[in-house]
């Protein structure tokens, strides 16, 4: 599973599983994740713009 498979890394258990593992240590974090996963969010475009970002601030400073 890499950042283009489109899945968020951990959201490949079943909420039936999940159900079943207990409260969670971090319920706000499982929250926010719950909340930006289903409004689309799409972690390899978001990485895209990141590296591009990084890779032009990089460049800046070698010149």
Request: aromatic share 6%; hydrophobic share 35%.
């Amino acid at each position: 599973m890499g950042l283009r498979s489109g899945r968020v890394p951990g959201r490949a258990k079943s909420d039936h599983a999940r159900e079943h593992q207990g409260p969670s240590p971090y319920p706000n974090l499982d929250a926010i994740i719950t909340e930006v996963v289903d409004a689309g969010y799409d972690f390899a475009d978001e990485f895209d713009v990141g590296l591009d970002l990084l890779l032009d601030g990089i460049g800046a400073l070698r010149r």
